[in-house]
Nanobody, 129 residues
Framework: QVQLVESGGGSVQAGGSLTLSCAISGSTLSRYCMAWFRQAPGKEREGVAAIDSGDRRTYTNSVKGRFTISRDNVKNTLTLQMNSLKPADTAIYYC???????????????????????WGQGTQVTVSS
């Protein structure tokens, strides 16, 4: 069974950058559609970005142009590069997977929690003003 472990969270000032990583074990990354979600205190978990096996990507509007999702099928690692961070980006960030490798081939609206079946434990990102 696939397991996901996030790393790379931390504290940064507004305008700064962070890179999150998600290590996959128990299976092969190429078999999965992958995504990043986040959950701020008192708010619902929201989708941030997703990528499929064909390197198709989708982003939520609030992070377009600032965040980049990528995957390395050899290293079995998912990455989220976050630039120009804002206090509103403060949240716990979660890695998620679903065994639909070509998830973005025909649709783009997949950034909802019910679509993904496997989740990591999360990593905290705090952006101060």
């Amino acid at each position: 069974q696939v397991q996901l472990v996030e790393s790379g969270g931390g504290s940064v000032q507004a305008g700064g950058s962070l890179t999150l990583s998600c290590a996959i074990s128990g299976s092969t990354l190429s078999r999965y559609c992958m995504a990043w979600f986040r959950q701020a205190p008192g708010k619902e978990r929201e989708g941030v970005a997703a990528i499929d096996s064909g390197d198709r990507r989708t982003y939520t509007n609030s992070v377009k142009g600032r965040f980049t999702i990528s995957r390395d099928n050899v290293k079995n690692t998912l990455t989220l590069q976050m630039n120009s961070l804002k206090p509103a980006d403060t949240a716990i960030y979660y890695c998620a997977a679903v065994a639909i490798p070509t998830c973005l081939q025909y649709v783009s609206e997949i950034l909802y929690t019910g679509y993904f079946t496997t989740w990591g434990q999360g990593t905290q990102v705090t952006v101060s003003s």
